[in-house]
Each structure stands twice: as C-alpha cells, then as structure tokens.
C-alpha cells in the first residue's frame, strides 16, 4: 500500500509564501487523492503492488492497459507530490552554492538568469502542470502529472508544480504571482543533494 508521506514541516511554516489553508489543502486532500486512487487501481493488479513507484513510472508502455492511465496519473501526482513538500523548506530560499550553483552559472550565465528561465517555463505551462531542473541543467515541462522519469529522463532535481491547486487559494489566477513568491521557500539544500546523489 502507498502512503501518504508525512510533511517536513508544519502547515504554516511557509508563513507568507504558501498558507497553511493552502499546505493542508494540497497535502491533506489532493496528494491523498492521489494515493487513495493508486492504491485502488493496483488492488485490481496485485502483481504490481510490490513494485517500487519509480519502477512502475519508467515502465507505463509494458503495464496493463486497465491499470496504466490510473499508474500514470495518480502515481505521477504521488511520485510528484512527494518530492514537492521536499523541494520547499522554511528555511529555504536565497541562492544555491557549490556544484550547484556553478552549474546553473555555467549553463544560464547566472542564478538570476536561470530564475527568469525557469519562471518563464513555469508560466507557460497550458493548463495544469510543472516544471521541472534536470541534472543536465535543462528546464522542461510536462502537462497534468506526468513525470521526467516517464519519457525516459534522469529524475529530476527540482519541480514546480503550477496546477492552480497549488495557489489559487492564496494568489487567485496570478500564477506569476505564486511562481515568484515560491523561489523564497526553495529547498537548495535538497536539490544539491540530487545533484550530489546523480553523479
């Protein structure tokens, strides 16, 4: 059975940037959304439920037609969701340093210059989705739930997710609004850790 993992922080620990009202929203009802769901679609396929969540992402193609848009769109939002409240810390925001950071210079010219094409990405994602740093330093972006690890990419070491459910409380229609508040909450710790852990 898939759980829901348990916050790193309390509710409220993102203070102005992301609410409470928001955190309890997106952590307690559509990330459990997303495992109740899952777990309902694998009951139906018990030779899955042992397979480890990454594993079943990387092989969408060879599951099950009946299981395979549930894995993808309710594991993908899990998958998702579970780094999400990672990639966020109240002690976050500021710059990257060391390997990191270098490497978004080397690639971006600055951390600035990442930052505006990361946001740029970010707000033109159609509809519901994220963005996502690769180790490679390339920004992309998936629609819906979908995950790097689905087309066959490296996991990736940052996302953001740009559903409205993860703003429209506290920002209304303004994703630009949220896109730019949520670089003060950003785990760099945790993202130079993936990094660290790829090579």
């Known amino acids: 059975m898939h759980t829901l993992p348990d916050l790193p922080y309390s509710y409220d620990a993102l203070g102005k940037y992301i609410s409470a009202d928001i955190m ?8 459990q ?3 109740d769901k899952l777990n309902v679609a694998l009951d ?4 899955l439920k042992e397979r480890p969540l990454e594993e079943l992402l990387k092989s969408l193609d060879t599951l099950p037609e009946g299981v395979r848009a549930a894995v993808r769109n309710q594991g993908g939002g899990h998958y998702n969701h579970a780094l999400f409240w990672q990639w966020m810390s109240p002690n976050g925001g500021g710059e990257p340093t060391g390997e990191l950071a270098e490497k978004l210079v080397e690639r971006y010219g600055s951390y600035q210059g990442f930052v505006d094409e990361f946001t740029t990405k970010s707000l033109g994602v159609f509809g519901s989705g994220w963005a ?3 180790p490679n330093m390339d920004i992309i972006t998936t629609s819906n739930q979908d995950t790097p690890i689905m087309q066959g990419l490296d996991a990736p070491l ?3 997710d740009v559903w409205e459910h993860a703003y429209y409380l506290d920002y209304k229609n303004k994703r630009d609004d949220y896109v730019k508040a949520w670089w003060n909450v950003v785990n760099w710790e945790f993202v130079a850790g993936r990094l660290k852990a790829n090579d």
């Open 24 to 31: 309890k929203l997106h952590h307690d009802k559509h990330h």
């Open 33 to 35: 959304t997303y495992v």
């Open 44 to 47: 139906a396929t018990p030779e």
């Open 132 to 134: 996502w740093l690769q």
């Open 158 to 160: 940052l996302g953001l």
